[in-house]
């Protein structure tokens, strides 16, 4: 069966200061893969997606990038961290058919101090 | 562009009753819509999904979603209310040919059962 891990769950990180969220999958392979950012525990917006090794669209302009060195490998990055970057970070991934669902890893929540 | 509305920030119903969650949708095709439920600080948990087919869709934990194209809604039931109900719901639609098929959704909406 498939699952994906996300990590870490918690972080805290003072301003300035750079970033990684690291998300695998295992169990399939050539996914798509997404990162979403969720504020004050309501709706979610997609940061970044990628269909393939390399391949990354960004949804929305911001601090963070993302990057995916291995099929089953997303990464979340910043290299200088600001107050608004705090929130609730979801990884998901999804067969790259419109009809199937999207699986979510557990979060991270990341406070910016 | 895909959209998808919940009208209601949050619904309070009493252990037992039915339950309704409201969900409209936008989109240019054809729809493949979602539902998901988050319990606090985890991640989204999948309920169920209408592709094609019969208007309603059964689903986890006895919730159960009726499609209406003509009123392009895709509202959550459940019949009786459980307390472990409690938790924040989200529609979600995602459309062939949108980027990435990505899944694009509501703003949620807070379920509170009382006991």
């Known amino acids: 069966s498939q699952t994906i891990h996300q990590w870490p769950a918690t972080l805290v990180q003072p301003v300035g200061s750079p970033l990684s969220l690291e998300c695998t999958v295992e169990g399939t392979s050539n996914p798509n893969l997404y990162w979403y950012r969720q504020a004050a525990g309501r709706g979610l917006q997609l940061l970044f997606y990628?269909?393939?090794?390399?391949?990354i669209s960004s949804e929305v302009p911001q601090n963070l990038s993302a990057s995916r060195p291995q099929d089953r490998q997303f990464i979340l990055s910043s290299k200088k961290l600001l107050l608004s970057d705090s929130g609730f970070y979801l990884c998901?991934?999804?067969?790259?058919?419109?009809?199937?669902?999207?699986?979510f890893g557990q979060g991270t929540r990341l406070t910016v101090v | 562009a895909q959209s998808v509305a919940q009208p209601e920030d949050q619904v309070n119903v009493a252990e037992g009753n039915p339950l309704t969650v409201k969900c409209t949708y936008s989109?240019?095709?054809?729809?493949?819509l979602f539902w998901y439920v988050q319990y606090p600080n985890r991640g989204l948990q999948f309920l169920l999904k209408?592709?094609?087919?019969?208007?309603l869709v059964k689903g986890s934990y006895g919730f159960e979603a009726e499609f209406n194209k003509s009123q392009t809604s895709f509202h959550l039931k459940k019949p009786s209310a459980l307390v472990s109900d409690s938790a924040l719901y989200f529609c979600?639609?995602?459309?062939?040919?949108?980027?990435?098929?990505?899944?694009?959704f509501g703003g949620g909406t807070r379920v509170l059962v009382k006991p």
């Open positions: 209408y592709i094609t087919g019969d208007n």
């Open positions: 989109v240019s095709g054809n729809p493949y």
């Open positions: 990628s269909v393939g090794i390399g391949q």
């Open positions: 979600a639609v995602r459309e062939f040919g949108a980027a990435g098929n990505k899944l694009t």
């Open positions: 998901a991934w999804s067969t790259p058919s419109v009809n199937t669902e999207a699986f």
